[in-house]
C-alpha cells in the first residue's frame, strides 16, 4: 500500500524568506515522489520529481526538494519566496513495487505575505 | 504544443441530468487518467485508460459514473442522472507512458456544479 500525508493544511511565510512545505509518504518498495502546485481556478502544474539517483532535487520556478529515505520525506523547498508562490501545493507518492497509479495527498496552502 | 485540454470549463446541471466531461490529452500520450477534487481534499483518483481499454477503474463509483477513451477523439467522462453531491471539479491528466516514472499533466479541469 502507499500513502503520502502533508501534516501542514497551511503555510505562511514572508516575501523573501525561506519556505518549507512538508511531504511524507509510505511505501513498501521504493518511491517515485512527485510535486505539483495548483493556482486558483487551475489544473496541477509539475514542478518536480524524484525518481533514482540525488536526493536533492531541483524543479520549476526555483524549487527544489530533498529526498530522506531514513526520515521517509520529500519536502519542497525554497530559498526565497514570492508573493506569486502564493498556491496550493500537492505531494503524491507512487510505490515501485506496487499501484501505478500516484496518490496525492490533500495538499498543502502557502500564503507568502509581501 | 497545447497541453492537457478539458471541455468545457464550467457544467452547471440539474439533479437527475447527464453530464458529460471531455478531455483532449497532450499530443502524443495515449495514457489517460480522471480525478475529482472535492473542497478541502486532494486529488481522488477515479478511472485510468488507454485508447480503446479500461485500464484501472478502481476508484470510479459503480453506479452512474462511466468513462471512455475511444480510438478516435477525447477521452469522456460520464455522469447519469447527477446529484448534488456529485458537484467537484474534475481533472483530467496524460501521460506519455504508464504513470510510474512518467509525469502526468494536467489539464485546467471541468468544474461541475449540480443544482
Known amino acids: 500500500a502507499q500513502s503520502v500525508a502533508q501534516p501542514e493544511d497551511q503555510v505562511n511565510v514572508a516575501e523573501g524568506n525561506p519556505l518549507t512545505v512538508k511531504c511524507t509518504y509510505s511505501?513498501?518498495?521504493?518511491?517515485?515522489l512527485f510535486w505539483y502546485v495548483q493556482y486558483p481556478n487551475r489544473g496541477l502544474q509539475f514542478l518536480l520529481k524524484?525518481?533514482?539517483?540525488?536526493?536533492l532535487v531541483k524543479g520549476s520556478y526555483g524549487f527544489e526538494a530533498e529526498f530522506n529515505k531514513s526520515q521517509t520525506s520529500f519536502h519542497l523547498k525554497k530559498p526565497s519566496a514570492l508573493v506569486s508562490d502564493s498556491a496550493l501545493y500537492f505531494c503524491?507518492?507512487?510505490?515501485?513495487?506496487?499501484?501505478?497509479?500516484?496518490?496525492f495527498g490533500r495538499g498543502t496552502s502557502l500564503i507568502v505575505h509581501p | 504544443n497545447a497541453g492537457v485540454m478539458q471541455n468545457p470549463r464550467h457544467l452547471v446541471r440539474r439533479r437527475g441530468q447527464e453530464a458529460r466531461l471531455r478531455c483532449s490529452p497532450m499530443?502524443?500520450?495515449?495514457?489517460v487518467y480522471w480525478y475529482r477534487q472535492l473542497p478541502e481534499e486532494g486529488l481522488k483518483f477515479m478511472v485510468y485508460?488507454?485508447?480503446?481499454?479500461?485500464?484501472?477503474e478502481s476508484g470510479m463509483p459503480k453506479e452512474r459514473f462511466s468513462a471512455e477513451f475511444p480510438k478516435e477523439g477525447p477521452s469522456i467522462l460520464r455522469i447519469q442522472q447527477v446529484v448534488r453531491g456529485d458537484s467537484a471539479a474534475y481533472f483530467c491528466?496524460?501521460?506519455?507512458?504508464?504513470?510510474?516514472?512518467?509525469?502526468?499533466?494536467f489539464g485546467p479541469g471541468t468544474r461541475l456544479l449540480v443544482l
Open positions: 491528466a496524460s501521460s506519455l507512458g504508464l504513470a510510474g516514472e512518467e509525469t502526468q499533466y
Open positions: 511505501v513498501s518498495g521504493n518511491p517515485y
Open positions: 524524484y525518481i533514482t539517483g540525488d536526493n
Open positions: 503524491a507518492v507512487r510505490d515501485n513495487g506496487g499501484s501505478y497509479i500516484p496518490t
Open positions: 499530443k502524443g500520450h495515449s495514457h
Open positions: 485508460l488507454q485508447k480503446e481499454n479500461i485500464i484501472d
